[in-house]
């Protein structure tokens, strides 16, 4: 693919990487490039470009980096509907012998 010029192509860009990394789960660099048809630099780039802004997540492993959609405050577990036990007391009033 030739040299990307436009914004809008770099938007276009974006949104398939994006896409691509919804519909896949946590992608290597390799595995964007090479089914997206862009350059190597130019993913890496912009891969990287979008990890500085937010917009996905990098976890590096010892060879590679795992890109993936950042969590949003909706993805996480809510804790204030689930209970936590109550504390056992164990001591000596507990039993009735004070």
Do not use: W
């Amino acid at each position: 693919m030739a040299r990307l010029k436009t914004n809008a192509q770099m938007d276009q860009l974006k949104a398939e990487i994006i896409n691509f990394v919804k519909h896949n789960g946590p992608c290597s660099g390799y595995r964007i490039y090479t089914n997206l048809q862009f350059p190597e630099s130019t993913a890496r780039i912009n891969l990287k470009k979008m990890v500085m802004n937010g917009e996905l997540d990098c976890e590096e492993t010892r060879y590679r980096k795992l890109y993936s959609i950042p969590k949003t405050v909706k993805d996480l577990p809510d804790t204030r509907t689930t209970t936590t036990p109550k504390m056992v007391s164990r001591g000596p009033k507990a039993a009735g012998k004070v």
